[in-house]
Every structure is written in structure tokens, then in C-alpha cells.
């Protein structure tokens, strides 16, 4: 079986060689250079990639992975897609060569896309971008998905995990840009409207954010549930930060409709209660919300939902309420899950010190 992978790249020579050395399981590794000025042409070649070096204009992701992709050799078996900000862990050929059968078009994987603070999973979910060749092509601007030819036929791959490890310096110029020309260009695609709208909320642009992810919720092909509880959250939250919190808090009880299996909306409203003082449906939405213990592997999920921050809240709202030995036990497992926070700590600290 041939395995090679391919990716786009510019400006990452301080990737290159641990990208390098995570594919080194490939049979052959190819790269799109679209315009580096920092030696990652020659950082790649030296560690054994096949460079091409080409400008795309005007700029457009799914073009660029479209070039890539007719870099790899003919007789590819399976291609892989990565980034030179992901590695993938030791392994993962062998697990991908078990697990892929006849007639299977896609895998599927765990993908990494963020860590919390100490270094444990933060937003993660399935990803498939590794793929049989000459049966799909990229399309959309950004946020640029596969598109098949064929029936697709998935097949799940335990025991290979790519993780995300970016530069935060990077710029995001261009962006917002890219993804309203995406659903400028595909009007019918739910999935780029949701990520518009959540880019204006990111933005605090919250008008912009609310019209938008309120289109999102009332397309026809809008039907994953995580993904509206998502739209709704952010709605949520965008008319909390417009001052309209009443009606914040009816978005966020739609959500929780919506995705019943999910803590996150539960959390929020969680947090808005507390911001509002009202204490008592602060620790109910606290302690429905740790009732559910399976977190999905949805990219919507919040990692702030599954850390310390449901008991950093709960121990608030008992100790508002006079339950003062609960309060400091919802502390102390707060602080548990997020031991470099100060401001948990002096809280534990505080309740400790004033339990009678």
C-alpha cells in the first residue's frame, strides 16, 4: 500500500522539521510552497520533502490543496492531508493500513485541534482528511472541504491522532474576507454560515454575529443539533454582550432543547445566573450540567464546560446560598482540575478560612 502525504505551506520553517519527522511513515511527502521568504522550501527539501513552489492568485485555500494534491505520485493508494502546524503521532500508518478495507474512500480520526493550559485535550473531534485519490476535490475559499464523486465510504481509524499545535503570532488577515466570499459563493452551505457568524461574535461584532447565525438556524439543511445548540449559544451570548440578557437567556434554554446530551449551554446559562446573582438556578444549571459525563467528539464542544469551571461555579453558588462545606468541597475539585489558576485558589483559600 502506497501512503503519501501532501500540504500547503508558507512562511513555517519552524515546523518544518517536527512536521517532518511525524510523516516520516509516509512513502513520500509533497508540499505546495506558496510563497515563503523564511528558507521552509529549503528546511522541507533538505528533510527529504518534494517541494513545489507556486503563487495562487487570488488567494484561495481549496485551490491551493487542489495543487497540492497533483503533486503526489500516480500511484498513490491513500493521500493524506495535513498542515505543518499538526503532527501526527507515531503510529498512525500502521493503524490507518488495519483499519482501511476495499472500497473505503475516507478515514476517519482523532484531530486535536486545541490544548487547555496544562497541556490535556481541549477542543477535539473526528477529522477526514485522508482520503483514497482521484474520487473527491476541494472546494469553498476557506474552511474548504472535500467534495466527492463518489458515494463516500468511511472507515474509523483508533490509534491515529493528529494534533494541532499552531503560532499564535500568525495572522488571520484575510479571513473574514474569505469566508463571506465563501458563502457569498455557496449560499446553500449551512456549515460556512454558522463559522461566518461566529467569526463576527469572535469579532464583537454582534449584530453582525446574531442575523447571521439566526440565518444559519433557519436553512433547511441546518439539522445537526450540536451545531444549532452552537448557533445558539453565540446568539446568546452576542445579545448578552448588546446588554439583552433576558433574551440571552431564552436563546440559552433553546440550546440546551436542542443538545440535551451537551454541558455547554447548561454552562453558560450557569454563568449568566451567576452574573445576575441568582444563585439557586445557578447551582441547578451547575448540577445538571455534570450530570452529563460523555463529552461528545463534536468540534462545537467548549473545553471551559469540562474543566474546572461547572464546580468553580456550583462552589459560588453554595457559598452565596449559606452551604459553606459544599461550597469549599466544589473549590477544592475545582481547583483539582485547574491547579494553576489563582483565582480559584484564593477563593478555596477564602472558604477555608471563614467555613464557620
Known amino acids: 500500500m502506497r501512503i503519501y502525504v501532501y500540504a500547503i505551506a508558507k512562511d513555517e520553517a519552524a515546523f518544518a522539521g517536527r512536521w517532518m519527522a511525524s510523516m516520516a511513515e509516509a512513502d513520500g511527502v509533497y508540499v505546495l510552497d506558496t510563497g515563503s521568504s523564511d528558507g521552509t522550501a529549503q528546511a522541507l527539501e533538505a528533510l527529504g520533502a518534494h517541494v513545489t513552489a507556486e503563487r495562487i492568485e487570488p488567494w484561495r485555500f481549496d485551490t491551493a490543496r487542489n495543487r497540492s ?11 493524506v492531508c495535513t498542515d505543518l502546524d499538526e503532527v501526527l503521532l507515531p ?12 472500497g473505503c474512500t475516507t478515514a476517519r480520526y482523532e484531530y486535536v485541534w486545541s490544548f487547555n493550559a496544562d497541556g490535556s485535550d481541549g477542543v477535539k473531534f473526528w477529522y477526514e482528511k485522508v482520503h483514497k485519490p482521484g474520487v473527491c476535490r476541494w472546494v469553498r475559499p476557506v ?8 458515494p463516500r465510504v468511511y472507515c474509523d481509524v483508533p490509534g491515529m491522532r493528529l494534533e494541532h499545535h499552531p503560532d499564535p503570532a500568525k495572522s488571520r488577515e484575510g479571513y473574514l474576507a474569505l469566508l463571506e466570499m465563501s458563502v457569498a459563493e455557496s449560499p446553500e452551505d449551512d456549515r460556512n454560515r ?7 461574535m469572535f469579532r464583537g461584532r454582534w449584530e453582525d454575529a ?3 447565525l439566526r440565518e444559519h438556524l433557519a436553512m433547511p439543511t441546518a439539522v445537526w443539533r450540536p451545531e444549532r445548540a452552537a448557533s445558539m449559544r453565540y446568539i446568546a451570548r452576542s445579545l448578552a454582550a448588546l446588554g439583552r440578557r433576558e433574551e440571552a437567556e431564552l436563546w440559552l434554554l433553546r440550546a440546551v ?19 445576575e ?4 438556578e445557578c447551582e441547578r444549571y451547575c448540577r445538571r450540567a455534570l450530570d452529563i459525563r460523555v463529552r461528545d467528539m463534536s468540534y462545537t464542544t467548549d473545553p471551559a464546560a469540562w474543566g474546572a469551571l461547572p464546580w468553580d461555579l456550583l462552589s459560588l453558588a453554595c457559598w452565596n446560598q449559606g ?5 469549599l468541597n466544589c473549590a477544592k475539585t475545582a481547583l483539582q482540575l485547574a491547579p494553576g489558576d489563582e483565582r480559584i485558589r484564593r477563593n478555596a483559600a477564602y472558604m477555608e478560612e471563614n467555613l464557620l
Do not use: C, K, N
Open 69 to 79: 494534491m497533483e503533486l503526489a505520485p500516480d500511484d498513490a493508494d491513500i493521500l
Open 277 to 280: 446573582g441568582r444563585w439557586a
Open 143 to 150: 474552511h474548504e472541504v472535500l467534495e466527492y464523486s463518489v
Open 194 to 200: 454558522h463559522y461566518l457568524g461566529r467569526e463576527y
Open 323 to 327: 452551604r459553606r462545606t459544599w461550597a
Open 91 to 102: 503510529g498512525w500508518r500502521r493503524a490507518l493500513e488495519a483499519a482501511w478495507r476495499p
Open 210 to 212: 446574531v442575523r447571521t
Open 257 to 275: 432543547f436542542e443538545a440535551p446530551e451537551q454541558r455547554e449551554a447548561l454552562v453558560d446559562l450557569a454563568r449568566l445566573m451567576a452574573a
